[in-house]
């Protein structure tokens, strides 16, 4: 028997894993196909802040910039390289928000060269993803396998009728999910990486209409999750790659021009996003049994997540869109504080949230 069983080895997943088996918690983690098998393998895994006016997102991912920087650097610094971020406007609009974002920013600003467009420069870091992934999750016992069947039997969760652990804690990203609540719509957007060969030199990790690492040893990556169109689980084609190719090469050539070009690799995978673009990150209403509650009143502004039915010690970890990296470790230890000393998590990342919504709308769409 497990203390926890975690099922999705991507980088929520990785990071959960990380915090509770460094509380001394014996836990098992699942992978239908391997460590960083989905869009954590993929990802450029640039640790950057959301460049924007305001809003909840943009705290969100600033606090968690901020934590998980220096949790990598502390942690994993192996795998962790620190180098200058330049972000470079993609259009008038975005000149204007860059303009906001560095008069109001407390994060400190670097030299920038001086371009046609805004651009904004600062220490950030990129990770190495799929050994980040595999360091953090060493300690669990790992299974290269599909969760097909969950049941919850006696106070105890049984997977696939050949496991058994206390509690689970979902990390599947948009990939299938077990559990059907029809409240939980998560976006699955595509994207590719590919390594480049090439004698063009950049000290920088630049982001505009993809992003490109800086070269190490006459390589970069280019990547991005732009692809809104092709998703692997709802079309029989196949994923065009030579274009994928051509269309982020074209891309990265209004950022910087690169000479001599092999592409040596491509990574592929879906990240997933929330609806309202905010994480998830939690416990699960059970919808069906919360709507039999006479006693709960749906039809209100101010909704109180207490009243509802939850699954009993399940939790899940998703819905970080382009920022998977940034959000992980911060969010898996509030998940880890939640799980292990009941700390409430806020409501801003709640499931619950959409739990609400959708039950005040009447619950069928
Ligand atoms: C091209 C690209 C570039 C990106 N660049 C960045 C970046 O620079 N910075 C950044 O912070 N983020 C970036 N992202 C986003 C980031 O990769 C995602 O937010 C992050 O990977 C999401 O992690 P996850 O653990 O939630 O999901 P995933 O990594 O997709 O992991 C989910 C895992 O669950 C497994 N799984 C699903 N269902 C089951 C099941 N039933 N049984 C067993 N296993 C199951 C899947 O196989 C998968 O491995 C990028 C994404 C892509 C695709």
Redesign the pocket.
């Known amino acids: 028997m497990y203390d926890i069983a975690v ?7 990785s990071c959960i894993t990380y915090e509770l088996t460094n509380a001394g918690k014996r836990v098992i983690l ?4 391997g460590i ?5 393998g ?5 640790i950057s802040p959301k460049f924007s006016k305001s809003g909840e997102l943009k705290d969100i991912i600033h606090d968690a910039f901020c934590y998980s920087l220096d949790f990598y650097e502390k942690n994993f610094p192996n795998l962790l390289s620190k180098s200058p971020l330049l972000h470079i406007a993609k259009d008038e609009a975005d000149d204007a928000i860059l303009r906001v974002y560095k008069e109001k920013t407390d994060l400190e600003l670097l030299d920038t060269p001086k371009l046609e467009r805004e651009t904004l420069s600062l220490n950030a870091g990129i990770v190495d993803a799929k050994p980040m992934c595999e360091a953090l999750s060493k300690s669990a016992t790992f299974k290269k396998e ?2 097909v069947s969950l049941e919850y039997d006696d106070g105890i969760w049984i997977i696939n009728e050949s496991y058994s652990a206390k509690e689970v804690v979902l ?8 559990l059907k609540e029809p409240y939980i719509k998560l976006r699955g957007v595509w ?3 590919i390594d480049v060969k090439t004698t063009t030199d950049n000290p920088h990790s630049i982001h505009q209409f993809v ?1 490109i690492s800086p070269s190490q040893e006459g390589k970069l990556a280019i ?3 732009h692809n809104v169109h092709y998703h692997p689980q709802t079309t029989t084609e196949k994923y065009d790659i030579e274009a994928g190719r051509k269309e982020l090469l074209e891309k990265a050539s209004r950022s910087i021009g690169l000479e001599n070009i092999e592409v040596t690799k491509d990574y592929m ?4 996003g929330s609806f309202d673009y905010m994480p998830l990150v939690g416990s699960l209403v059970m919808s069906h049994e919360t709507l039999q509650n006479k006693n709960i009143h749906f039809q209100t502004k101010k909704p109180d997540y207490s009243a509802y039915t939850y699954y009993p010690n399940l939790t899940m970890i ?1 819905g ?7 959000l992980a470790p911060y969010l898996a230890k509030m998940l880890a504080e939640f799980i292990l000393s009941d700390k409430e998590i806020s409501k801003r990342v709640d499931p619950a949230r959409f739990f609400a919504r959708w039950a005040k709308k009447g619950a069928n769409s």
């Open positions: 099922i999705g080895a991507g980088i929520n997943g699942f992978d239908s196909d960083a098998s989905g869009g954590s993929a990802a450029g895994a640039f599909e969760l990390a599947t990203g948009a990939y299938k999910t077990l994207g590719h990486r992003s990547g991005a999750t995978g879906l990240r997933s998703n970080s869109g382009g920022y998977g990296f940034v």
